[in-house]
């Protein structure tokens, strides 16, 4: 099973009537460029997202490779088959690529991972993984039973939220598990910073560009973007053949350095 390296965000979309066909298309614009992950949550405006998703995604759910994710509150072994259930009939598909617990929160990682192998037992999902879970939760989830089929485990990852380079990405990445990179041009608010706005038109790219093909420079790492427009989706699909060179590696490492000891996993 493989994961497309750069797929779609959808968080707050769909919720906006005025936003809907501008949203639509951009889905689907991504979609026939290959970028076929589609990542929601059930969390998402309260299942509007994934309901936006199931119309962008009509009569191409077997082109898609869609995600979508359990709230904590939500993760006992019966809530988790639950939520799924009700996931799915939003989405208006009978199974999903792939299921997330959003977070780690009061129920044991034992029970959702019971609650994860009843649905894969239905064949209700293909896999499942974990978001926002730190190494140290990371290796407790590997110690319970049936926790090393883990596929995956999203977290906040851009040039100014580096941390997970010191222990969390090197632990993934000996383990052959892709780490889906949430926030990846960190909601927008880095692309006004100065050294990209330097980086960019040397490359012959945007800010956008540059943050995207920085996040996607190393294996086994995905990337999510959101993009609520077709010229944001396209502009972010020209990231994938984006090289950057040393002398632009060098000023980002300058601008945003890299993390000299472990810190809290940031979350957004
Ligand atoms: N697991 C978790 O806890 C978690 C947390 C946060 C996010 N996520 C997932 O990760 C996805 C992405 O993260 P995010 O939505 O927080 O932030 P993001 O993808 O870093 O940033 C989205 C923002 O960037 C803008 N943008 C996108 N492409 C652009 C481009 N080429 N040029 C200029 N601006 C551009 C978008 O504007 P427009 O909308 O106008 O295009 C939007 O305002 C989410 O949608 C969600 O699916 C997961």
């Known amino acids: 099973m493989s994961m497309p390296r750069l797929g779609q965000g959808t968080w707050n979309m769909g919720d906006s009537a005025a936003r809907r066909k501008q949203e639509l298309a951009a889905l689907r614009a991504g979609i ?14 309260d299942g509007r997202s994934e309901s936006l998703v199931a119309q962008a995604i009509a009569g191409m759910r077997d082109k898609v490779f869609l995600v979508t994710k359990v709230l904590p509150s939500n993760a006992s072994r019966k809530g988790v088959v639950r939520s799924c259930e009700a996931s799915l009939k939003r989405l208006q598909t009978d199974n999903l690529d792939l299921y997330l617990l959003h977070w780690s929160g009061s129920y044991a990682l034992e029970e959702t991972v019971r609650g994860f192998e009843d649905l894969l037992a239905a064949g209700k999902i293909r896999a499942w993984g974990v ?60 692309l006004g ?61 300058a601008a945003f350095p890299p993390p000299r000891k472990a810190r809290p996993l940031e979350m957004l």
Request: hydrophobic share 45%; charged share 20%; with cysteine.
């Open 193 to 253: 910073h100065r050294t990209l706005k330097e980086v960019a038109p040397r490359l012959g790219a945007t800010p956008a560009q540059v943050a995207l093909a920085w996040v996607l420079r190393q294996d086994g790492v995905v990337a999510i973007p959101k993009a609520g427009t077709v010229a944001h989706v396209r502009a972010n699909h020209k990231a994938l053949a984006l090289k950057l060179d040393a002398e632009a590696l060098g000023a980002l490492d």
């Open 131 to 190: 978001s926002n879970l730190d190494l140290r939760e990371m290796r407790r989830l590997g110690a319970v039973p049936g926790g090393k089929a883990c596929a995956t485990n999203q977290v906040l990852y851009n040039l100014s939220r580096r941390g997970i380079e010191f222990d969390l990405l090197p632990w993934c990445q000996a383990r052959k598990m892709p780490v889906m990179a949430y926030s990846p041009v960190e909601q927008g608010r880095i």
């Open 32 to 45: 026939d460029l290959g970028m076929t992950l589609i990542d929601t949550a059930e969390m998402y405006g």
